[in-house]
């Protein structure tokens, strides 16, 4: 049985399982979190399903400078979109 993982399995007295799957949810900055113990993004690591923030993570990639462009782009762009629309799971 698959159980969610929370913001509170990032302190320091969690299982260490429990934690360690805590930090592979992270989409800041993992050793930060893991000091303080919390999430240092407010939580938002722990918000949404995972094709979501796959979708974030994916787009953060993604150069949001106008001078940037090309048919490379396309397919990052695509990726999120996807995974958005719950056509792809990671």
């Known amino acids: 049985m698959s159980r969610r993982i929370r913001e ?3 302190r320091h007295d969690a299982d260490s399982f429990h934690f360690g799957d805590a930090m592979v949810q992270c989409e800041g ?3 930060s979190c893991s ?3 919390r999430c240092m993004m407010d939580g938002r690591c722990f918000l949404h399903d ?3 923030v796959a979708a974030r993570m994916v787009e953060s990639l993604i150069p949001t400078s106008q001078h940037v462009s090309g048919l490379h782009l396309a397919y990052p762009r695509r990726v999120a979109e996807m995974l958005r629309e719950g056509r792809i799971y990671p």
């Open 8 to 10: 509170r399995d990032l």
């Open 29 to 31: 900055y993992a050793p």
């Open 35 to 37: 000091e303080q113990g």
């Open 50 to 52: 995972a094709h979501l």
